[in-house]
Nanobody
Framework: QVQLVESGGGSVQAGGSLRLSCEASGFLGSFNAMAWYRQAPGTQRELVARIFSAGSTNYADSVKGRCTISRDNPKNTVYLQMNTLKPEDTATYFC?????????WGQGTQVTVSS
């Protein structure tokens, strides 16, 4: 059974930083891509950042220059370093792993940024 477990969420003041981690287990090989999504109450889930197995990345415009995604392929672990956090970054952050055919979601970790 494939599981993705996020950690590192919490409450910070605006301008602060957090580092999210997501560790996958039960998956053979490396994910084609791993990503972070977020969802605030009453909104759709949106892509924050994505990293492919070869290392290329893409980011939502709202987080460019403030967030960095990285991954450890052998460990199927992905990280999201978030700096200069803003209240509008408040959301539940979900890890996603894209396999060859099927994608997998984590349960989410809450990030709350106060002004």
């Amino acid at each position: 059974q494939v599981q993705l477990v996020e950690s590192g969420g919490g409450s910070v003041q605006a301008g602060g930083s957090l580092r999210l981690s997501c560790e996958a287990s039960g998956f053979l090989g490396s994910f084609n891509a791993m990503a972070w999504y977020r969802q605030a109450p009453g909104t759709q889930r949106e892509l924050v950042a994505r990293i492919f197995s070869a290392g290329s990345t893409n980011y939502a415009d709202s987080v460019k220059g403030r967030c960095t995604i990285s991954r450890d392929n052998p460990k199927n672990t992905v990280y999201l370093q978030m700096n200069t956090l803003k209240p509008e970054d408040t959301a539940t952050y979900f890890c996603y792993g894209q396999g060859r055919v099927v994608g997998y979601w984590g349960q989410g970790t809450q990030v709350t940024v106060s002004s």
